[in-house]
């Protein structure tokens, strides 16, 4: 009996889902994309701009023989289910699985499912649909624009400055960076005083004079008022109010690489790189399983059945005092509601009972994941919050007390979220109307420039502007490090001379495109492709006829920057030595090329790791052609032996193969022994 052939994305999905379809089911996996633009045709988009932008798809390397697996079982099977990811990119994935497989409308069905859990992939095989060719319209947009701007704004910017590439939404966040780096170095600190009286048990700052607001701007001002003071304070007023604090809604993809930034210390590619294992399965005691719901989401939306297992748990555990409600956000504008918030696929999998089958890293993640979502379902803790002015020859000083009445959701999130009791004296029983203070103190203060983003500011600015997409953060913040176009100092982005450079370029000709409305409003544009309520040809159109005469334009007026000098001749025609830089690095060159093409020989240190144990000359530090480290036999090409990893120069007690160093442990090159 032929079986039904299902195909995923990732590999590591395909046990699982087999094991929960039963034997009537194949699943295979498509790693990933299978196809992209070809480099054919002008500048090399891959794109028919003369007819209707037609793209030009080709299988992308490595993927042939995926490709011919796939269409040799889907020739056998009694109907294919494309089950990829369900976001637009899984969705144009599966349309491209389509028309690269050959189906037919009747072969196939698309299959969509939030989360790896039994249940849910069972049933979603009950819900099949067609392939929504919208969706896919929105994806081939974006892959288009993106095409189209990083092939020609990325040429420009070799051929004029000293920057590699330049980008849709990457160039916009660089501006953001670059605008707030001139805002630090514009901004004039300014001077200013605090006047803090300091009691037994608290202290109190001075806000106001006659009950208006006052700055004290200079140490005079500050002495002059000191003078007016006495340590007798008068009891003004008590104010004791409750109030309600309200948890946050389970986390989005932008929140989540926020909240593992600045309470785990993980950067956004990391913290995605693990939500995906967690999404894509955990193999427990008894089963395999998805711990979290689709990570790739801009929803705060839970499913009716989640919150109501939430609800029964948080009575059962805690209490029915603790049960509280769902949150209501208002939407915002470019929110895509397709699916989830993150959370655990199921409540009762607590990060303690499965804390044995995760690493140190995955368990942080997914603790913060399980108690976001269980805290937003629980009762808001309720707070005494204190504040008590006191006089003093008409000076009005302020202090401040917080008491946790009910605890609510703090029961369960307390160790992600600051917040202390602050216990003020009890104002209502003292005998007099006037406390004495112990001192009262002066202090100098400046105001602060605006901060410098972090990578987790940085994702919150992009999200709250519009900017980007939840997939495309941590890529974006990813290559402004790889490009150089940023540096971090304490966690900080400071742009480079280049990053700077680069922006100041594409805004003398760019900047009705490269800006924050403009590429907010094409993520709006391409949401009303996705909703059929936009043409995505007439989108490329409209674009690319404003594009594209800019970008001669700046071809032809935007200067070329001069390369560095070394101070050195050509040895073949006595024209200066410049520095350039290449596909792997800085390199010396002659500054008459093309007419003279001398190439300075590099001068390379060779660094010795230990001797080779095939034929005992030494195995030294390499670089592949693409930059990446590895470590080879000096004897090459007579000895071939190479290692990605560090060799130690000892031999593996089990299969006396070569050891090496990988992160922190000594392990086989060979075979599974780890020391």
Not at 368 to 376: D, E, K, N, P, Q
Not at 387 to 408: E, H, M, P, R, S
């Amino acid at each position: 009996m032929p079986k039904s052939l299902v195909i995923v994305e990732s590999p590591s999905k395909t046990k699982p889902i087999e094991k929960y379809l039963g034997g009537n089911y194949k699943v295979l996996s498509s790693k990933g994309h299978v196809r992209d633009l070809s480099t054919k045709g002008k500048y090399g988009f891959g794109v028919d701009i003369e007819n209707d932008f037609k793209p030009d798809y080709v299988p992308m390397k490595g993927k042939s023989s995926v490709i011919n697996e796939l269409k040799k079982e889907a020739k056998k099977a009694e109907h294919v289910y494309l089950a990829t990811d369900p976001d637009r990119e899984g969705e144009a994935i599966s349309w491209h699985l389509y028309d690269t497989l050959g189906l037919k409308e009747d072969d196939y069905d698309r299959v969509v499912f939030n989360e790896i859990t039994k249940d849910t992939v069972v049933n979603a095989f009950k819900h099949t649909r067609k392939i929504d060719k919208n969706l896919v319209n929105s994806q081939e947009t974006r892959r288009i624009l993106d095409r189209i701007i990083g092939f020609r704004l990325s040429k420009l910017i070799q051929s004029k400055t000293g920057g590699t590439s330049a980008g849709r939404v990457q160039s916009v966040a660089l501006k953001l960076i670059v605008d707030r780096e001139r805002e630090i170095e514009a901004f004039k600190a300014e001077e200013y005083w605090t006047i803090t009286g300091i009691f037994p048990s608290f202290e109190a700052e001075m806000f106001q004079y006659n009950h208006k607001d006052i700055e004290i701007k200079t140490e005079i001002e500050a002495n002059e008022i000191l003078a007016k003071l006495s340590n007798s304070f008068k009891i003004e007023s008590v104010d004791k109010k409750k109030k309600q604090k309200q948890s946050k809604p389970p986390f989005i993809t932008s929140t989540l690489q926020q909240d593992a930034s600045n309470k785990l210390g993980f950067n956004a590619r990391k913290t995605m790189q693990i939500a995906q294992k967690l999404y894509e399965g955990i193999e427990l005691a008894d089963e395999t399983v998805g711990l979290i719901s689709y990570m790739r989401t801009d929803s705060t939306r839970l499913s009716s059945q989640f919150v109501a297992s939430v609800y029964s748990f948080i009575e059962a555990k805690y209490g029915k005092e603790y049960v509280g409600s769902v949150k209501v956000t208002k939407k915002k504008e470019n929110v895509q509601d397709a699916h989830e918030a993150i959370r655990p696929t199921s409540i009762q999998r607590t990060p303690e009972s499965v804390k044995p089958f995760l690493t140190s890293d995955e368990f942080k993640l997914y603790r913060m994941i399980y108690y976001r979502a269980l805290a937003s379902l629980m009762k808001s803790a309720t707070t005494e919050n204190t504040t008590v002015i006191l006089d003093n020859n008409n000076y009005q000083f302020k202090a401040t007390g917080q008491v946790i009445l009910f605890d609510g959701y703090l029961k369960v999130f307390k160790d992600y979220e600051e917040m202390k009791d602050t216990e003020l004296p009890p104002f209502d029983t003292y005998q007099s109307s006037v406390i004495v203070s112990k001192t009262i103190e002066k202090k100098q203060h400046f105001t602060n420039p605006p901060a410098r983003y972090t990578e987790a500011k940085l994702i919150k600015e992009m999200e709250e502007l519009g900017i980007g997409r939840p997939s495309t953060y941590a890529t974006t913040v990813d290559i402004l490090k790889k490009r150089d176009y940023v540096t971090l100092v304490d966690k900080k982005f400071v742009p480079t001379e280049t990053g700077i450079e680069i922006t100041d370029k594409l805004q003398q000709s760019f900047s009705h495109l490269i800006n924050v409305k403009y590429t907010a409003d094409m993520e709006t544009d391409l949401d009303k492709i996705a909703e059929g309520d936009m043409n995505w040809v007439e989108t490329l159109r409209s674009f690319y006829n404003d594009f594209e005469p800019a970008v001669q334009n700046a071809f032809h007026e935007m200067p070329k920057k001069e390369a560095e000098k070394t101070g050195e001749d050509c040895p073949d025609c006595g024209s200066p030595l410049v520095i350039r830089k290449g596909k792997y690095g800085e390199f010396v060159a002659c500054s008459n090329y093309p007419t003279c093409k001398y190439i300075k020989a590099q001068e390379r240190t060779v660094i010795e790791v230990c001797d080779c144990p095939n034929c005992g000359s030494k195995i030294v530090e390499k670089k592949s052609k693409k930059g990446k480290v590895f470590y080879g036999c000096s004897n090459y090409p007579k000895c071939k032996t190479a290692y990605w990893d560090k060799p130690i120069g000892e031999k593996c007690p089990e299969c006396g193969e070569m050891l090496v160093q990988k992160k922190s442990k000594i392990k086989c090159s060979s075979c599974d022994y780890t020391r």
